[in-house]
C-alpha cells in the first residue's frame, strides 16, 4: 500500500516562494510519472507540473518559468517562485504507474494562499 504525504504549503505575500514536499511511502515497482496537482475552490484539479521516469518535464502554462519540480528517491518537491495570488489552491501529489490497469495514488494535499 502506498501513501503520499504533502507538507511545506502556507501563506506568502505576492512574489515570494515556497517549496513544498511530498514523502511516499510503500513501493511501486513501476511509475509512469509523479508530478503535482492544484485545485482552487469552485474550480477542477489542473496539472501543475509532471516528471516521468525517463526524465522529461511538463508544467502547466500558468506556472512555466516560475516552478520546479524534482524527485529524489521516494520524496518530491515542489519549488515555487514569483507567487502570484491565482496560484492559492490545495497542491495535490500524484503517483501514476506505467500500465492503466493499476490505480494512481494521490495525497490529502497541502493549501497554498498566495497574498496580494
Known amino acids: 500500500q502506498v501513501q503520499l504525504v504533502e507538507s511545506g504549503g502556507g501563506l506568502v505575500q505576492a512574489g515570494g516562494s515556497l517549496k513544498l514536499s511530498c514523502a511516499g511511502s510503500g513501493i511501486i515497482f513501476s511509475i509512469r510519472a509523479v508530478g503535482w496537482y492544484r485545485q482552487a475552490p469552485g474550480k477542477q484539479r489542473e496539472l501543475v507540473a509532471t516528471i516521468t521516469s525517463t526524465g522529461a518535464v511538463n508544467y502547466g502554462d500558468s506556472v512555466k518559468g516560475r516552478f520546479t519540480i524534482s524527485r529524489e528517491g521516494t520524496k518530491m518537491y515542489l519549488q515555487m517562485n514569483s507567487l502570484k495570488p491565482e496560484d492559492t489552491a490545495i497542491y495535490y501529489c500524484?503517483?501514476?504507474?506505467?500500465?492503466?490497469?493499476?490505480?494512481?495514488?494521490w495525497g490529502q494535499g497541502t493549501q497554498v494562499t498566495v497574498s496580494s
Open positions: 500524484n503517483v501514476k504507474p506505467r500500465y492503466s490497469t493499476e490505480r494512481e495514488y
